[in-house]
């Protein structure tokens, strides 16, 4: 039983089965029975006109409609039961809709704002036997079918009676068509029937149930969105007043406020850029009782920041608002989690706002690539079954997505749908962590994009900020961050500066300062055309470098390598490069340091070539690097060896004491990055103390050693290390402390969770460091050896692992991109609190982490 506890799955409340009246128009004619005199549609063209039905009018209208539909004859070789609708939100659009489901019929939204080339597709793949369009369009577009007015069916349906039709209908039969957004490739048709829509329309009923004065509802998302199904039939089926808002309003907050107003409207749905738009139109005038009626913001279509949740609360401070995050997708009829926030209180302490739990006659499992399900906390692929599944897509389109259910035996649950969505399971509720899609792997480091979107939003002068990986998992990969300024104010340079000292160079996007960014007629972004418009610009090319490179003198037989060579390093130094890259240029003299070498390294290693990086840091010149570049194997691992000639390794013993204590509180003390943050509260004695309370464990364990220049003798590096289950306990009486209750924090829920337990299993490498005359190539070749010299010791100790935890961005790097460390945590430093209810390292920069690590030894 607790084993099963323990699996990522969460399940939706249970509700009685599909009926035969779970049927669109079915419950719309039982509304208009108790309704039948209410206002059922609302629309105030752009002349002041008002249009309106009643239910009544509405039902009979919508009833001779269906009969005209049924008896118009089909052409050869189209849908019997397909009607596609080209047209602008207005009056007419609702009555359409209505008209169609009551013929037995499906509509497929097209909008009249798409390229022809994705109409032609629609058209070629869908079939539909008519298209109804506006008055002015061209109807020649739409080549095989039969294209209609509105005002053309209107004229023809005026003989048909108008009693209600007595179809008998199958709840799984098809209510309506919606073709993806097409972002990530060839659009596809979803199809999504009767039973489907209801399953989501009754628990939004249920759960966010309508007020008794809540008339008015506005229908105001693309049609072509699936969000716009319970934006139109939740009204309609339940007697509200449909309030029809034209794009152009949706796009002025101020006109679209006041509609919202205007009607009292109590609930909306919008994605978060919508959202932001809107609170930031509202502080800049009076808020007092605007959108007062205004109680639930639903946020969904893309990820919901916990800056902006938190920006609506502080907006609404004295108000009962209801701000809720769905999830979903098209293919699971838009919707499958919820998460409701009542208060602020709920996003203290949180990363991200959660996705929440399955809504009714649903299951959401967390599973790896092989559908196997994950522990509950660990990241994994969401997968959804349930009654919110879509039927599949139009001719069968990318069949791997819905697949037979490996965990459920209930029918109800037998097919399953792949997200493409890594999420996680936490405390009862689903966390989102990004596109599968958007994870792409740079140097082996897993990089999120949506991660690299927030650190570039948060640079001076930055409003939009989109993340695109263009050609992934290609030698000429490339991030590209596309970004729009506030008035102009700031350039690339600025923005990669800042970036510098936020995040890892391997998440270094490349900058590209845009005019707007371009979107779908759903409001999310076009992917693909900024990726277009990166691909046919000239910004691409590799002579686009951060500093110039310069090819002259380079021997014909080493061109092919230095076109490699040269932009690398021009890019990896930055616009703060000293000099050109040239055949004589030494990568230190350019501006290069310990960590960008490294990097550099790792960066030829993703363009398949090799060199170590010893030999690249004692490489005089870029031309010596060109000699020592190989192209690579597939292993790509680099071997190690200890310099015996200039270092000598010697187990810790009392000899070395006064060099030790002294190395360690130099180093920790002038560069350690938590100390650093409780300055000046720390003093060199502390460390003195600290190493004094150590000394006589570290000493008797052996598990700790020192490096000596094999040339004069000195000490110039120190590894101390305890067996992860045998550390002695210390009380230090100074602020030291605080740092040693940061890293048990960290590590203990590792240890006790995810470590093997027992004595002789895991080193616990605590502390390692270099003497502070190293210079910057000296310090990671030794680095690197005593990274190598630890493993060895594991080694002949019969352990199975090292455990440590790196606050360095340096010993990060190093410990996962040369010596292959998993990544147990990684914790953004300032977001601790000490016990004492204070945040000790408040001050550090977002982008500061701590990352505990464990290195397995086969």
Known sequence: MGTILQQSVLKGRQTDGIKEKDLLHKLFKETTANYSSQLAVYYEDDNGDEHTFTYDQLNQLTNAMARCLREWEKPENASQTLVAVCMKPSHQLPVILLAIVKAGMAYLPLDPEFPMSRVKHVLQEARPFMVLIEEEADSSIYENAITVTYDQLLDRSRDESKDDLELQGDPEQLAIVLYTSGSTGVPKGVLLPHATVLNRLRWQWRELPYATNETHCVFKTSLTFVDSVSEIWGPLLQGRTLVVIPKHTTKNPERFVHELDKHKIQRLVLVPSLLHSMLMYLSLRDKNNVLGSLKLWVCSGETLPVSLAEQFFATFRDGDKILANFYGSTEIMGDVTYHLLTNRNQLQMAEKVPIGKPLDNCIVYIANKDMRLVPQGDVGELIVAGRNLAAGYIRDNDSRKFLVNPHAIDPEYSKIYRTGDYARISKGVVIYEGRVDSQIKVRGHRVDLTEVEKAVSKAP??????????????????????????????????????????????????????????????????????????????????????????????????????????????????????????????????????????????????????????????????????????????????????????????????????????????????????????????????????????????????????????????????????????????????????????????????????????????????????????????????????????????????????????????????????????????????????????????????????????????
């Open 461 to 858: 002068d930055v409003n939009e900020v989109v993340v695109l990986c263009y050609k992934p998992g290609e030698l000429s990969q490339t991030l590209i961050a596309f970004v729009t300024t506030t008035n102009g104010s700031t350039c690339p340079e600025k923005i990669e500066t800042f970036l510098q000292a936020t995040i890892p160079l391997y998440m270094m996007p490349r900058i590209i300062i845009v005019d707007n960014i371009p979107l779908l007629t759903n409001g999310k972004t076009d992917r693909q055309a900024l990726l277009k418009r990166y691909e046919s610009s000239d910004i691409n090319r590799e002579e686009d470098s951060c500093v110039d490179v310069d090819y002259a003198s380079v021997p014909g037989k080493d061109l092919k390598k230095a076109m490699v060579l040269f932009p690398t390093v021009a890019s990896v130094i930055g616009r703060g490069g000293r000099a050109n890259v040239t055949l004589d240029a030494n990568f230190y003299e350019l501006g290069g340091n310990s960590l960008n070498s490294i990097y550099t390294v790792t960066k030829l290693r993703d363009q398949g070539y090799e060199i170590g990086i010893t030999e690249f840091i004692t490489a005089k010149n870029m031309a010596e690097v060109l000699d020592r570049m190989r192209i690579s194997t597939e292993d790509t691992s680099q071997e190690v060896k200890l310099n015996e000639e200039e270092h000598r390794y010697e187990m810790l013993n009392d000899s070395h004491k006064q060099d030790v204590i002294e190395i360690i509180t130099e180093s920790f003390y002038n560069k350690a990055d938590l100390e650093q943050l409780l300055m000046p509260d720390i003093s060199k004695d502390d460390y003195r103390l600290m190493m004094d309370l150590l000394w006589e464990p570290l000493v008797e364990k052996n598990l700790s050693f020192v490096v000596k220049s094999a040339r004069d003798g000195r000490t110039i590096g120190v590894g101390l290390n305890f067996d992860l289950w045998d550390e002695p306990e210390v009380i230090l009486d100074s602020k030291l402390t605080i740092v040693f209750e940061f890293l048990e924090y960290l590590e203990a829920p590792i240890r006790e969770r995810k470590l093997p337990k027992g004595k002789g299993q895991i080193i616990h490498n605590f502390m390692m460091t270099t003497s502070d005359d190293l210079n910057a190539a000296e310090n990671v070749i030794l680095m690197r050896e005593m990274e190598e010299f630890c493993l060895q010791l594991a080694k002949r100790k019969e352990y199975a692992g090292i455990f440590t935890t790196n606050t360095s961005p340096l010993t990060q790097q190093l410990g996962m991109d040369v010596f292959g460390y998993e990544t147990m945590l990684t914790y953004q430093v300032n977001k601790y609190m000490a016990p004492d209810g204070t945040k000790p390292f408040g001050k550090a920069l977002d982008s500061q982490v701590a990352i505990c690590s464990l290195k397995m030894i086969n």
